[in-house]
């Protein structure tokens, strides 16, 4: 028997660690940017942005055709440099990128 719910929540834990494998690269000190291709016209690119005060990363879930950038469809500004507000971000990224 074919389990809808089952099977898309397993597609949605592998394509949060697969962003989560490139993405991670940017809590590393000397790391400002990261990015993960999820198809030919989509990617996720992320920023470590400060104001001198505080860190967090802006993680843009972008669209492109035929190679050129046709906008954001979605931009994620986290809290804090950190795992769980990474995760959390790839999460609601994941959900938009599914429509779920």
Request: net charge negative; charged share 30%.
């Amino acid at each position: 028997m074919y389990n809808d719910f089952a099977d898309i929540q397993k597609i949605k834990y592998q394509l949060v660690n697969s962003i989560l494998g490139e993405l991670e690269e940017i809590l590393k000190d000397d790391t400002y940017t990261a990015n993960y291709w999820l198809d030919n016209a989509h990617n996720v690119f992320a920023t470590k942005d400060n104001n001198g005060r505080s860190e967090w990363i802006e993680i843009h879930f972008e669209l492109y055709q035929a190679e050129e950038h046709i906008g954001d469809i979605l931009v994620v500004d986290t809290e804090e440099v950190s795992q769980s507000a990474l995760i959390k971000a790839a999460k609601e990224i994941v959900d938009k990128y599914l429509y779920v």
